[in-house]
């Protein structure tokens, strides 16, 4: 009998999921981003990405001038400061909770 088919398991609670639209890929990157209209410049919302999608997600910032850098989630997590951690920010759901700040979505591709 199998007991865990990768992918089945609807329930996946605590590692860190794509961002990009309908991916639930494990998140490998992610990309940090500011809105100089809506963000001071320290400001840094994130992305996170998996190896797929890195490219088309830091694409649909870059284009809109937003990004501004793409380190590992390994990287990221051991760099960032607790201090700095904003509640607003979910890591989990960018966009959703904080739509003035967020671009859109981008499609699956
Ligand atoms: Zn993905």
Redesign the pocket.
């Known amino acids: 009998m199998i007991l865990n088919v990768p992918g089945s398991d609807p329930s996946t609670p605590v590692s860190p999921v794509?961002s990009?639209k309908g991916?639930r890929?494990d998140a490998v990157w992610v990309l940090a981003w500011n809105n100089p209209k809506l963000h001071t410049p320290e400001r840094r919302k994130t992305w996170l990405?998996?190896e797929?999608?890195r490219d088309h997600l830091s694409k649909f910032l870059g284009v809109r001038g937003f990004l501004k850098d793409v380190v590992l989630l390994t990287e990221w997590e051991s760099s960032k400061t607790p201090d700095s951690a904003e509640p607003s920010d979910s890591p989990e759901s960018p966009g959703p909770s904080d739509s003035a700040g967020s671009p859109e979505r981008p499609p699956a591709p």
Request: hydrophobic share 40%.
């Open positions: 794509c990009a991916c890929a990405a998996c797929e999608h």
